[in-house]
């Protein structure tokens, strides 16, 4: 059965940083592309950085230049920087893996910016 299980969220103050970490298991992991949404409360689920298995890149114009997301083949590991955060980044984030049809969740973790 495939997992992908998040970790890192949190209560961070604005201006500050968290570092979300995604480990799969049970995939070919260096074939698919990675990536990372989020849902806040009332709002669709939204697109916040994607790493193709070649390592290109694609962040939300959001979080461009605040957020980092980076793979580790060997470790089967996605990763998402996220610095200056802002109250507006408050929402569950949720890992995500796609290979052709298939596409994979995790069960997401809560990041929350707030003073």
């Known amino acids: 059965q495939v997992q992908l299980v998040e970790s890192g969220g949190g209560l961070v103050q604005p201006g500050g940083s968290l570092r979300l970490s995604c480990a799969a298991s049970?995939?070919?992991?260096?074939?698919?592309?990675m990536g990372w949404f989020r849902q806040a409360p009332g709002k669709q689920r939204e697109l916040v950085a994607q790493?193709?298995?070649?390592?290109?890149?694609n962040y939300a114009d959001s979080v461009k230049g605040r957020f980092t997301i980076s793979r580790d083949n060997a470790k089967s590991t996605v990763s998402l920087q996220m610095n200056s955060l802002k109250p507006d980044d408050t929402a569950a984030y949720y890992c995500?893996?796609?290979?052709?049809?298939?596409?994979?969740w995790g069960q997401g973790t809560q990041v929350t910016v707030s003073s």
């Open positions: 995500n893996a796609k290979y052709a049809t298939l596409d994979y």
């Open positions: 049970r995939i070919v992991f260096r074939v698919y592309t």
């Open positions: 790493i193709t298995s070649s390592d290109s890149t």
